[in-house]
């Protein structure tokens, strides 16, 4: 573990309010333990996502299910176009992430707007995800979700257990580049994120630290049967890698 956490991973000693997972049972593997990241820009979330898939976890970020519904959702598409235009189509013809961004960059109306589109059919396509997972011959012990706006939206209630990872906001910033986001304005600040929380990681060190952390998460969550071979899921688990 990383000297600077705890030698465990940083758990809430109640019980959570979520959802269980229903593994006390006798009967076939339930559905996989349902697990969300979230913390700041620029904090290391994606690097955490990748670690926990690293370890045996179907992993999938809410990046690549709005990468998928804007590919694939003829109703997202004909919403954006009757808000934005055809400017923010792509030489493809599919609405482009970084035009509709310099859309609603500094433009809140525009930014609700487009929240209130994506969001629920973000949830709705994330819990079809893990029910086809639930519904393999052998799923998965653990599934792992990156959601940046999981307090924010009231999207904590559906999993089980809550990763925060956290750093500095200024080794956040120099991560971007230097680059300051106004979306930090609107976000739950990390130390508020972090009571809520049942794992916290300040990734104030390297990857290899972060990942170890991460495999510690793991034993804990699935009883101390997390691979430690870097494995890969199953190939025919269900994807947003489109």
């Known amino acids: ?45 994606s690097t955490a996502l990748a670690s926990f898939r690293r370890h045996g976890a179907a992993t999938v970020s809410s990046d690549e299910i709005v990468h998928h519904l804007l590919r694939s959702d003829p109703e997202v598409k004909e919403a954006l176009l009757e808000r934005f235009g055809e400017e923010i189509l792509g030489a493809d013809g599919v609405p482009d992430r970084e035009r509709i961004a310099l859309r609603v960059f500094r433009d809140r109306e525009a930014l609700d707007l487009l929240e209130q589109l994506l969001h ?34 009231g999207a904590d209630a559906r999993f089980d257990k809550v990763v925060v990872v956290t750093a500095p906001a200024k080794l956040r910033e120099a991560r971007r580049g230097g680059r300051t986001d106004d979306r930090e304005a609107r976000l739950l600040p990390d130390r508020e994120k972090a009571k809520r929380a049942d794992f ?43």
Do not use: F, H
């Open 1 to 45: 573990m990383p000297a600077r956490r705890p030698s465990s991973p940083t758990r809430r000693s109640e019980p959570s309010p979520r959802m269980t997972s229903g593994r006390a049972g006798s009967g076939p593997r339930d559905r996989p333990i349902a697990v969300a990241i979230t913390g700041g820009i620029g904090a290391g979330k």
């Open 120 to 153: 629920p059919r973000v949830s709705r396509e994330y819990l079809a995800w893990r029910e086809q997972l639930a519904a393999l011959p052998e799923p998965p012990r653990v599934c792992v979700t990156e959601v940046p706006l999981l307090y924010e939206v």
């Open 200 to 242: 916290v990681y300040v990734n104030t060190g390297t990857p290899a630290e972060l990942d170890a952390w991460v495999g510690g998460v793991m034993t804990t969550l699935t009883g101390g049967s997390s691979p430690a071979d870097g494995s890969e899921p199953d190939a025919g688990e269900p994807s947003y890698n489109l």
